[in-house]
């Protein structure tokens, strides 16, 4: 694929000062020169050279004229979102989700991949570029249109340096994801942890919207979450900062594939909902799971769990409601440590919904500290199955449109 211009027009997009007027016009668009000058406190010369440069590469637009304010009709400016795009990946424990979104995070095309359970560093590289070649050879978008790729990855990121240091449910270590997908696409690479970049997407276009202090966690296969604080991402010193699934629960609790007993994963993800609702029918439990899945308990999912309970299955809302109290557990614990505006919970296990919300609510109302703390404001994920991917795409906005930085 040859190397898409677009590179270097990000690379002078995303300078302190065009970024403030990019970031101006993407928030309080159509808006004119001088409004911009007036809100970004630059010189109205320095908006305008920067103004003609964003012009010239086609990331804004001149609108209809404004309102005129005693002389002539001002030219109004607007983000042309449907000029660029960006490919967003989730790269989670069983599949590769690849989406191209324009600047607005509107999917536009998608695309998704089955992991092998055996799987090499050579080999999961191989699949992701595939992915990637998969989508642009059938997507319609011009590929020089493309700024660049973001990447939600599970487990351990080093976002520097874009390797991905461990992934647990793969049992793989030390991915160069970035070097790698640099040298093939010819294009930025920005690599995050899953629930990191889940994070990101909430905040610009989900249900984190709007909030200085966020969390949210990804609830599937396993636990993560992504910390906001006064507006930035928070990483940790290596890493692993809303590695919340592997918070301590119960010492006494079962073995987590961390190696440790009694984490929050091992308590409240995906699989163990699952397990548990297997062990009691095999003890005998009567539930409209056995039904479900023709007697064969191996099959049993936590979609199936929370299709019986839609049903009206006892067990399978008792499980839920069992998950959902570990998770307020554990969200207690967030709380009285980061204290944030609002959490936000996504993930395979956030389908359950009420089953699980109402338990988790329950939870921090009984154990959190402060009447305020108690009323933390809980929401599910508004991006859904895609929250990962969006937020991958939006590694590259934040990027491109934000005068602060995620460090």
Request: aromatic residues 4%.
């Amino acid at each position: 694929m040859p190397q898409a211009p677009t590179v270097g027009s990000f690379q002078l997009m995303k300078s302190l000062n065009r970024s403030l007027v990019l970031n101006t016009i993407r928030k309080e668009g159509p808006i004119s020169r001088a409004d911009v000058a007036k809100m970004t406190k630059l010189t109205p010369p320095t908006v305008s050279n920067i103004v003609k440069e964003l012009l010239d590469s086609g990331i804004i637009i001149e609108k209809n004229q404004g309102v005129s304010r005693g002389g002539r009709k001002p030219t109004m400016l607007v983000i042309n979102a449907g000029n660029f795009y960006v490919i967003g990946l989730d790269v989670g424990p069983k599949d590769i989700k690849v989406i191209i979104t324009d600047l607005n995070a509107n999917i536009v095309d998608e695309f998704q991949k089955d992991i092998p359970k055996k799987i090499s560093n050579k080999g999961l590289l191989a699949l992701i570029k595939e992915s990637i070649h998969r989508l642009l050879e059938t997507s319609r978008v011009d590929p020089h249109k493309m700024l660049g790729v973001g990447v939600g990855m599970h487990g351990m990121v080093d976002v520097e340096k874009g390797v991905s240091l461990f992934a647990p449910n793969l049992q793989l270590r030390d991915i160069p994801i970035k070097k790698s997908l640099e040298e093939e696409f010819k294009m930025i690479v920005k690599v995050e942890n899953d629930a990191r970049a889940m994070a990101l997407g909430e905040v610009w276009f989900g249900n984190g919207s709007g909030a200085e202090s966020a969390v949210c966690v990804n609830v599937g296969r396993g636990i993560g979450a992504g910390i906001i604080i006064n507006g930035k991402l928070f990483h940790g010193e290596h890493f692993i900062g809303g590695e919340i699934g592997h918070m301590t629960i119960d010492i006494d609790g079962p073995k987590c594939s961390c190696g440790n007993y009694g984490c929050l994963q091992a308590l409240a993800a995906g699989p163990v909902i699952a397990d548990r609702a297997a062990r009691e029918l095999a003890m005998g439990r009567e539930s409209l799971l056995t039904e479900l899945v023709e007697g064969d308990l191996e099959s049993i999912t936590g979609e199936w769990v929370h299709k019986a309970a839609e049903k009206g299955d006892q067990l399978s809302k008792e499980i839920l409601s069992e998950a959902g109290r570990y998770l307020g557990i554990g969200l207690t614990n967030l709380i009285h440590t980061v204290n944030p505006d609002r959490i936000v919970i996504g993930g395979g296990v956030a389908k359950s919904g009420d089953y699980i919300l109402k338990s988790v609510k329950a939870t921090i109302a009984q154990r959190a500290l402060t009447n305020e703390a108690k009323r933390t404001s809980i929401h599910l994920s508004k991006l859904g199955e895609q929250a990962t991917a969006i937020g991958a795409v939006s590694l590259l906005l934040v990027e491109l449109f934000s005068t602060r930085t995620t460090e």
